[in-house]
């Protein structure tokens, strides 16, 4: 059974970066679609970046040009490094597969920007 543990949230300005991390451990997540999800306060969870085992990638379009995703499957782990944030980008950020698999979503890493 895969465990995945997100990271590298935290409080940035708007107009900063960060780079979010997802390691997988229990089973390798090559050549399965990956993707990162995020859910705000009072929202539903929505995708944000998926990315295919050939590569190609799908961005929703709130964070196209912005944001990139992106994997090692070595290190089987997943980034997300967003750029350019705005405050409607705080939320909290889970990775998963894509379709996602119910049982496998970790604790999340938060991301707040301030205005």
């Known amino acids: 059974q895969v465990q995945l543990v997100e990271s590298g949230g935290g409080l940035v300005q708007a107009g900063g970066s960060l780079r979010l991390s997802c390691a997988a451990s229990?089973?390798?997540?090559?050549?399965?679609?990956m993707a990162w999800y995020r859910q705000a306060p009072g929202k539903q969870r929505e995708l944000v970046a998926l990315?295919?085992?050939?590569?190609?990638?799908v961005y929703a379009d709130s964070v196209k040009g912005r944001f990139t995703i992106s994997g090692d499957n070595a290190k089987n782990t997943v980034y997300l490094q967003m750029n350019s944030l705005r405050p409607e980008d705080t939320a909290v950020y889970y990775c998963?597969?894509?379709?996602?698999?119910?049982?496998?979503w970790g604790q999340g890493t938060q991301v707040t920007v301030s205005s």
């Open positions: 990315i295919r085992s050939a590569g190609s990638t």
């Open positions: 998963n597969n894509f379709p996602p698999v119910s049982y496998q």
């Open positions: 229990g089973s390798s997540f090559s050549g399965k679609p």
